[in-house]
T-cell receptor
């Protein structure tokens, strides 16, 4: 079965600093990978996705992620964090064998210091 | 296009009661998935409906059920509520043919069981 690990429960960065959120997945075949963001009391907003092709994908709000098959990772990055980026970030994996059943990581909570 | 809408946004029930949550997908989307989000268990897949048929089901007891209507709107029902059913219930829609597809989430319904 697929699984997703987000090793960092909570990260604190200063505004303007760079950010990297880690995501490792477990799946035998090529996974479909997603990053979502959730603000308090809200649903999940899609940041970016990887299905195939170029392993560096660009998303909204200046985020990007890189798929590394050899490391089973799909880390999210942003060169300069804004205070409005403070939220919970979730990595998710889907697979053809399970259709639209996504498996989510436990999330990383991001705090941005002014 | 309008996003995924969920009603009601907040709900308070007592143990033993039953509850019905509603989800309207993005126009043209035929797949609706339901997830339960709790602080302890994170995001867990409940079930997915596509063209009025349950296509996929997570590991939840039979008290949790759902259905989808011909206009793709979906309802989720929980019978004999337990305290542990208190959670944010998220609905997601996608175009979803035969492959994994991007899921777009609604704002959720916050259910509190007293």
């Amino acid at each position: 079965a697929q699984s997703v690990t987000q090793p960092d429960i909570h990260i604190t960065v200063s505004e303007g600093a760079s950010l990297e959120l880690r995501c490792n997945y477990s799946y035998g075949a090529t996974p479909y990978l997603f990053w979502y963001v959730q603000s308090p009391g809200q649903g999940l907003q899609l940041l970016l996705k990887y299905f195939s092709g170029d392993t560096l994908v660009q998303g909204i709000k200046g985020f990007e992620a890189e798929f590394k098959r050899s490391q089973s990772s799909f880390n999210l990055r942003k060169p300069s964090v804004h205070w409005s980026d403070a939220a919970e970030y979730f990595c998710a994996v889907g697979a053809k064998s399970t259709g639209n059943q996504f498996y989510f990581g436990t999330g990383t909570s991001l705090t941005v210091i002014p | 296009k309008a996003g995924v809408t969920q009603t009601p946004r907040y709900l308070i029930k007592t143990r033993g009661q039953q509850v019905t949550l509603s989800c309207s997908p993005i126009s043209g989307h035929r797949s609706v998935s339901w997830y339960q989000q709790t602080p302890g268990q994170g995001l867990q897949f409940l079930f997915e409906y596509f063209s009025e048929t349950q296509r996929n089901k997570g590991n939840f007891p039979g008290r949790f059920s759902g259905r989808q209507f011909s206009n793709s709107r979906s309802e989720m029902n929980v019978s004999t509520l337990e305290l542990g059913d208190s959670a944010l219930y998220l609905c997601a829609s996608s175009l979803a043919g035969d492959v994994v597809d991007t899921q777009y989430f609604g704002p959720g319904t916050r259910l509190t069981v007293l």
